[in-house]
């Protein structure tokens, strides 16, 4: 069936510095990816997506690039902030009812000062 | 802005009881979601709902009923709350077309004692 997988738990940085969540999926569809956040005590809210191979996609700093031959949607910032520590989430919508949505584990990203 | 509320916010249940968590959306949105969080398994999905009066199974349903009375509405029962239950419950509403964003509310954090 369809999977995500988000291999890092926690990641832990120093302000400033380049980060990079990873994120896998297996699917057996043409997948569409997203990349969800959540702030402390908050919903999760959409940060951005993509199901174009190969093209870069931009959101208030943050990019991913689909990659379908690797099966990888890494999210990335050159240069993280205070105020992106926070709990992400890589999503793929269900091959059987694309409005459903299989999410990761989730990784929580931790910036330091 | 698209709104999704949760009621109540917080909840405190015995083992064995009735609970009832209740999800408002006025985003004029066909989809309706109910997810449960865990530390280490991201969101998984519990029921979903396309239309007032139908409601699907998820990925995992069991212990759990759903209920649609109106586009607007969506309820989720546990009918014999167990301690297995303990977590923190979201709720999701989006539109129709497929890859569609899902709109969050702001949880329920459930305890059952």
């Known amino acids: 069936g369809d999977s995500v997988t988000q291999t890092e738990g926690l990641v832990t940085l120093t302000k400033g510095l380049p980060v990079m969540l990873n994120c896998t999926y297996q699917t057996t569809y043409s997948p569409f990816l997203f990349w969800y956040v959540q702030h402390l005590n908050e919903a999760p809210k959409l940060l951005l997506k993509?199901?174009?191979?190969?093209k870069r996609t931009e959101h208030q700093g943050f990019y991913a690039t689909l990659h379908k031959s690797s099966s990888s949607f890494h999210l990335q910032k050159s240069s993280v902030q205070l105020s992106d520590s926070a709990l992400y989430f890589c999503a793929l919508p269900s091959s059987g009812s694309f409005n459903k949505l299989t999410f990761g584990a989730g990784t929580r990203l931790a910036v330091c000062p | 802005e698209a709104a999704v509320t949760q009621s109540p916010r917080s909840k405190v249940a015995v083992t064995g009881g009735k609970v009832t968590l209740s999800c408002h959306q006025t985003n004029n949105h066909d989809y309706m979601y109910w997810y449960r969080q865990d530390t280490g398994h991201g969101l998984r999905l519990i029921h979903y709902s396309y239309v007032a009066d139908s409601t699907e199974k998820g990925d995992i349903p069991d212990g759990y009923k759903a209920s649609r009375p109106s586009q607007e509405n969506f309820s989720l029962i546990l009918e014999l709350a167990s301690l297995s239950q303990t977590a923190v419950y979201f709720c999701?509403?989006?539109?129709?077309?497929?890859?569609?964003?899902?709109?969050f509310g702001p949880g329920t954090r459930l305890t059952v004692l």
């Open positions: 993509s199901s174009t191979d190969n």
């Open positions: 999701a509403s989006s539109g129709q077309g497929a890859y569609a964003e899902q709109f």
